[in-house]
């Protein structure tokens, strides 16, 4: 759960732009569409490269990865989901800390493989990154579900001929149109998988 970060980070990056946009917009954005997407927004709109504003919001935000919380359930769902046999891969936009953030939370082993923007894949909704997982590791299409809390997460998903589980517990931003299917509690996925 990195979004208290994510915004925090952003936050700061627009203050030293003179930037102004609160905090539950961002919020709002980084769900519905991008990181990306707010910085070139903001960015036109105050004159400031958004690709400046995206450079300074990783340094900014590379430090503060410890601050990052697993998901509510996330152990339990990837123990009984790994005692029952079935393999747990990552395709992230997060960059160079997706590793640090998972050994961080003791969760590295779970995944047999972690694809981050590093990798060089076109972004979601852009499925190339699941494409690849899926040609790579030989994946039953059927048998393979892509999780996710944001529309981007179950556009690729959908891209990608595969099913998509939206993560949105209660109180989030409603992003759903896309899912194939929908939980409010980690757990609930263990009914569907």
Same mark, same amino acid.
């Given at each position: 759960d990195s979004y208290h970060v994510i915004v925090d980070s952003v936050s700061l990056t627009f203050a030293e732009f003179g930037i102004e946009c609160a905090k539950e917009k961002i919020h709002s954005i980084a769900i519905h569409d991008s990181i990306s997407e707010l910085f070139r927004m903001c960015g036109s709109r105050a004159g400031v490269d958004w690709? =400046?504003? +995206?450079?300074?919001? +990783? %340094?900014? +935000?590379?430090?503060?990865?410890?601050?990052i919380k697993a998901v509510n359930q996330a152990y339990e769902v990837l123990r009984c989901l790994t005692e029952k046999g /079935?393999? @747990?891969? /990552?395709?992230?936009h997060r960059g160079k800390t997706?590793? #640090? /953030? =998972?050994? @961080? =939370?003791?969760?590295? +082993?779970?995944? *047999?493989?972690?694809?981050?923007?590093?990798?060089g894949f076109q972004r979601k909704p852009n499925p %190339?990154?699941? @494409?690849?997982l899926i040609k790579a590791n030989d994946l039953d299409r059927s048998q393979t579900y892509y999780v996710?809390?944001?529309? =981007?997460?179950? %556009?690729?998903? *959908?891209?990608?001929?595969? #099913?998509?589980?939206?993560?949105?517990p209660e109180g989030s931003f409603d992003v759903s149109g896309d899912e194939t299917f929908r939980v409010k509690e980690l757990l609930d996925i263990l009914d569907i998988v």
């Open positions: 690709k =400046l504003l +995206s450079q300074r919001y +990783s %340094e900014i +935000s590379a430090g503060k990865y410890q601050m /079935v393999n @747990h891969y /990552v395709f992230t997706t590793i #640090p /953030v =998972l050994d @961080h =939370l003791n969760m590295t +082993s779970y995944f *047999r493989q972690i694809i981050t923007s590093q990798n %190339e990154g699941l @494409h690849y996710g809390d944001r529309k =981007l997460d179950m %556009e690729c998903a *959908r891209n990608a001929g595969i #099913p998509g589980i939206l993560y949105m």
